[in-house]
DNA sequence: GTCTGTGATTGATCTGGATCAAGCTATTTC
DNA sequence: GAAATAGCTTGATCCAGATCAATCACAGAC
């Protein structure tokens, strides 16, 4: 709430919000991905920038009318379901580049709800217009079902992480993708922050938080990595990988590093 | 392999295999759902019938690449995936008028295996064709993005119940979930065979074998059902409702029996 | 500066469900 | 028909990880 002396930079900052998708830093993640210029201008004008989303701030809640996806800039949030009794399932927690809200096409309605972690920024796509846009634009209709289909990919690795892995394992998988993920945005895959707390890794990954403490301890001993507070540094990502043991890397182990390589 | 004194009914299904969309009982389920005549003669063309997947066999093996989306006209499979030890976790299992393979999109290869629990045939898609089609008709793309939609609430279900829920409200939850869908097809949903193992309904649980067991055994003491082998026979569908407390019902309940009322 | 509340850590205890072990029941093979 | 095999059930034991309890560390409020 207090602005302080950066009233410039905030300008600056707004004016970066308005840019357009050629220019934006995620555009090889997000989206417009290998969208041609006069098409990545059509989606252009359907995006529609809007104010930051503050920690704690739901972007959607469960229940509300489904009319757009959303795209994040900055930041990161946290989806969640809610069952009869109120516990708090957490579904994912989602990062810079990714798409928002598809699980609601269906019925209209969203079926979790999308929780800001820190100061977040969006792009909101209203989904209708989406929609026709696809199917003027081929590669677009394709993208939108090929993101939907690695979400599903995510969500099974997901389950069986959930279904069998010891405790170890779990963390270690959350750690090890979370790692990558920040390493496919540019950002280090060794040290990082994490803006969810232990009681939202805890839920995640299906165990109590007295646990994923215990485990970093074990794992800081191990000399895994060191963590401090929400920074963590990961000194041995080999072992904690092979400690992971998870479905996808069955596969992706072949073409890991075979994605991003263009300029530079 | 033995055919027995049935080759006049053999052919007879042969033919009615050759039965075009219009002619399906699924129809309501399937890929044509909200289609008008003209748009489903057009997909009618690109479907492919098979010859039947037998029991045990595969209708595509993680790693395969992909090249067609599967609907289901009869029998189940299950799907799952491997990780690095060889372990296997299932997925589902799926029912008739159920689209497959679906999450192979974003990589082009199939990234769990599609393995039939009986006799199933299924309508093969090409998905390229599909695509294009998709282009053409636009609710086909709605209902593509909505049938990927939907499977990605399914998940966050199963998520949710593997995370959190004890034992006794997870195989609550399979039944209640199994019995919606059955009743969906239009077969009873308080007496069904169950198509897989004990083994596999463990797997997909997350539990042993030995709890499933001791589970349906203390069911049938509780009278919520009476099970003999395959064959359940669900008594009191209310309490078992109630003992899941399942995401998806947080919501459902309003709409539960809102959509399927047309003719009859 | 102190006070307060929230989240994280560490230790002690307990238990739900896995694991181990054995017997049982269909179904298939010969 | 008997024998073999695969799948299911039941009982006894054990342990991974939850729960309970206490303390600690930090961020905000005033």
Redesign the interface.
């Given at each position: 709430m207090s602005v302080k002396t950066m009233p410039r930079n905030r300008i600056f900052k707004l004016e970066e919000l308005r840019n357009h998708c050629q220019k934006c830093s995620l555009y090889q993640l997000c989206l417009p991905m290998g969208l041609e210029e006069g098409d990545l201008n059509k989606l252009d004008q359907i995006i529609q920038r809007r104010r930051p989303v503050e920690k704690g701030e739901f972007l959607y809640r469960?229940?509300d009318p489904f009319s757009a996806v959303y795209a994040i800039r900055a930041g990161s949030l946290k989806t969640f379901?809610?069952?009869?009794?109120g516990?708090e399932?957490i579904?994912g927690f989602h990062l810079p580049g990714e798409l928002l809200g598809?699980?609601?096409?269906?019925?209209e309605?969203h079926?979790?709800s999308a929780q800001a972690l820190e100061t977040v920024s969006v792009c909101e796509i209203p989904f209708e217009r989406l929609?026709?846009l696809?199917?003027e634009i081929?590669g677009l209709?394709?993208h939108?079902?090929?993101?939907?289909?690695?979400?599903?990919?995510h969500?099974?690795?997901?389950?069986?992480v959930?279904?069998?892995a010891t405790v170890e394992s779990r963390l270690a998988s959350f750690l090890t993708q979370l790692s990558e993920r920040f390493k496919a945005r540019g950002f280090s895959a060794t040290e990082f922050n994490l803006s969810m707390s232990r009681n939202d890794i805890a839920?995640?990954?299906?165990m109590a938080v007295e646990t994923i403490s215990r485990l970093f301890t074990q794992f800081q001993d191990q000399g895994l990595l060191k963590v401090e507070r929400k920074h963590v540094h990961i000194l041995d990502s080999a072992s904690l990988h092979a400690m992971a043991?998870?479905?996808?890397?069955?596969?992706s182990e072949e073409d890991d590093d075979a994605s991003q390589n263009s300029s530079s």
């Amino acid at each position: 709430m207090s602005v302080k002396t950066m009233p410039r930079n905030r300008i600056f900052k707004l004016e970066e919000l308005r840019n357009h998708c050629q220019k934006c830093s995620l555009y090889q993640l997000c989206l417009p991905m290998g969208l041609e210029e006069g098409d990545l201008n059509k989606l252009d004008q359907i995006i529609q920038r809007r104010r930051p989303v503050e920690k704690g701030e739901f972007l959607y809640r469960i229940g509300d009318p489904f009319s757009a996806v959303y795209a994040i800039r900055a930041g990161s949030l946290k989806t969640f379901t809610t069952n009869q009794e109120g516990h708090e399932q957490i579904i994912g927690f989602h990062l810079p580049g990714e798409l928002l809200g598809m699980d609601a096409i269906s019925r209209e309605i969203h079926t979790c709800s999308a929780q800001a972690l820190e100061t977040v920024s969006v792009c909101e796509i209203p989904f209708e217009r989406l929609e026709s846009l696809s199917h003027e634009i081929p590669g677009l209709q394709h993208h939108l079902l090929s993101l939907m289909s690695e979400e599903l990919q995510h969500e099974h690795c997901h389950l069986a992480v959930l279904a069998k892995a010891t405790v170890e394992s779990r963390l270690a998988s959350f750690l090890t993708q979370l790692s990558e993920r920040f390493k496919a945005r540019g950002f280090s895959a060794t040290e990082f922050n994490l803006s969810m707390s232990r009681n939202d890794i805890a839920n995640l990954l299906g165990m109590a938080v007295e646990t994923i403490s215990r485990l970093f301890t074990q794992f800081q001993d191990q000399g895994l990595l060191k963590v401090e507070r929400k920074h963590v540094h990961i000194l041995d990502s080999a072992s904690l990988h092979a400690m992971a043991n998870t479905c996808s890397s069955a596969i992706s182990e072949e073409d890991d590093d075979a994605s991003q390589n263009s300029s530079s």
